[in-house]
């Protein structure tokens, strides 16, 4: 039965998640990715992972009855899918539930990049209204520019309809074109980034998009572009682009997410025009909640021999959509 299921959860996990997959399993928590720490007497009782960000694959091989891991967010470029599906272990994400919360964060980070807010409140609260005057005008605005959009999935098109409402033009680029929207499609990076004022990544992370942002990409987008990534770090070469933030081969970043989380280099920090977000874009206590919840519900619905509401590709692909 369910309540027999121990799923082991790997921390730092949401509050609320471990609250409620305690409320309907039997929770058992390690604080490190670290699967030695578990002794080999309590690995056969886990039948269930749940996590955030990276999962080894020595975690999945090492539990000889694991059958499904939960994990906590949509981008799981840290679980190993394919590796799992090979041991005939589901994966579920949480698609779906951030999209708009992730969608408005991206505004505000282009607001503050563009629009210099973080800088205006700085000086505002040090006085420097009254003492100096008012805040200098800034160099850029969002009127009539033109947005490029690396990932117009989910994210991405929630993003678009909120610069839809700005009243800007959207482009994008995909691996494939959409035959649902009125955007221009780029079969390339790079052409999307010459095409564009300000490139935005909302693209997964992984080995298909490993640094595709590179020092060509940075120089097609040019001396007045604008890069916001909300997407992964590694979807960026991030030398690359503190050397075109330095020497002005663009003009502008707003960052949520960085290769090294959650490290940022010091040469970045340095940097007065880049906005840099702790990785807080789907950051709220409601939304946070609402990827608890289909974690636990993914894990319910296994348990009860149910349908999975989320499986990500690799394992719907394989089969693994509900247990054997
Ligand atoms: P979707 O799967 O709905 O959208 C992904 C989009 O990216 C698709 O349009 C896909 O189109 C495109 N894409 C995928 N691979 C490539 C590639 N190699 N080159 C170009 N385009 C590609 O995902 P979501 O919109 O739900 O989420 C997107 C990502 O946002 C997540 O994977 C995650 O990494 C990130 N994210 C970040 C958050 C944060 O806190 N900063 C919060 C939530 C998500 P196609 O298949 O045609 O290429």
Do not use: C
């Not at 609320?16 to 578990?38: H, N, S």
């Not at 959207?170 to 999307?192: C, F, K, M, Q, W």
């Not at 949520?256 to 840099?276: G, S, T, Y």
């Amino acid at each position: 039965s369910p309540n027999d299921a121990t799923v082991l959860v790997f921390g730092p996990y949401n509050g609320d998640g471990v609250a409620e997959l305690e409320r309907r399993f039997t929770v058992r928590k390690l604080e490190k990715r670290d699967i030695d720490l578990l002794p080999e007497g309590e690995r056969g009782a886990i039948r269930a992972v749940a996590v955030a960000g990276h999962l080894p694959n020595a975690v999945i091989d090492a539990l000889p009855n694991l059958e499904i891991v939960g994990h906590f967010g949509v981008g799981y470029d840290g679980v190993d899918a394919a590796h799992a599906a090979t041991r005939g272990v589901a994966v579920t994400n949480t698609p779906d539930v951030l999209t708009e919360e992730v969608a408005d964060t991206t505004l505000g980070l282009i607001l503050m990049t563009v629009r210099e807010l973080g800088q205006a409140e700085a000086h505002a609260r040090a006085g420097r209204w009254s003492a100096e005057g008012p805040f200098p005008l800034t160099r850029f605005s969002l009127r009539g520019k033109t947005v490029g959009i690396m990932g117009l999935g989910r994210i991405g098109l929630a993003i678009a309809k909120r610069l839809e409402a700005f009243g800007l033009t959207i482009a994008y680029h995909n691996r494939s074109r959409r035959t649902d929207v009125p955007y221009a499609y780029h079969d390339t990076l790079e052409g999307l980034a010459r095409a564009v004022d300000i490139l935005v990544v909302a693209a997964p992370g992984g080995a298909a998009t490993d640094r595709a942002v590179n020092a060509s990409v940075l120089r097609a987008l040019g001396p007045e572009g604008i890069f916001i990534n909300i997407g992964r770090g590694s979807t960026v070469d991030e030398p690359a682009l503190i050397a075109a933030l330095r020497d002005g081969t663009i003009a502008r970043a707003g960052l949520d997410v960085f290769a090294d989380e959650p490290h940022i280099p010091d040469a970045l920090m340095a940097l007065p025009n880049a906005v840099l977000l702790p990785h807080v874009a789907s950051a709220s206590r409601d939304t946070r909640r609402a990827m608890g919840l289909l974690v636990a519900d993914n894990l319910s619905a296994w348990f009860a021999g149910e349908t999975l509401p989320t499986p990500v590709p690799e394992s719907a692909d394989a089969g693994l959509t509900r247990a054997k």
